[in-house]
């Protein structure tokens, strides 16, 4: 059974943002929870990323933006041309997955002292943004929207 809702993975949940201090960018306090469904074995997990799926990467919006793409995974590299729907192993979306970028908003608001200076909040947005147009595997959806949602 195919997953039949196409996934547009800039418009899901990145991760929870964070507030913090100057002093504490850097660290990643706290225990991750793993919410994903995931194979029993690792023979099931290796089938699984290599399944192959159809995506779309969003084309370049900045002409210094390049429109290919390398991928790499244990040393073995995938080109993927933006713009295109292109067939590619499950593993490599991971990667692009988790090709997230953190920026940092600051507000400055001198009423509240030192306390209104030192407040940071960070913003996730993928490096790559892309589409899942085809996934064959019924867990392919939770699968991804997973990984998007783990903060790194």
């Known amino acids: 059974m195919a997953t039949r809702k196409q996934i ?4 899901e949940y990145l991760g929870a943002e964070e507030v913090r201090t100057v002093g504490e960018i850097g660290g990643h306090a706290g225990i991750d929870v793993v919410d994903k469904p995931l194979p029993k074995n690792a023979l099931d997990m290796e089938a699984f990323m290599n ?49 997230k970028r953190t920026d940092f908003a600051q507000t400055l608001d001198e009423r509240l002292g030192e306390q209104g200076f030192n407040s940071l909040r960070s913003m ?4 790559y943004p892309f589409s899942m147009l085809r996934d064959p595997n019924p867990n392919g959806g939770a699968w991804l929207t997973a990984i998007l949602r783990e903060a790194r």
């Open 124 to 127: 996730h947005s993928l490096r």
């Open 8 to 11: 547009d993975a800039g418009a």
């Open 51 to 99: 399944e192959v799926v159809t995506i779309v990467v969003n084309p370049p919006t900045d002409a210094d933006d390049p429109t290919l793409i390398q991928v790499g995974v244990n040393g073995v590299n995938q080109f993927i041309r933006r713009g295109d729907a292109v067939d590619v192993k499950r593993k490599y979306v991971e990667v692009l997955a988790r090709s």
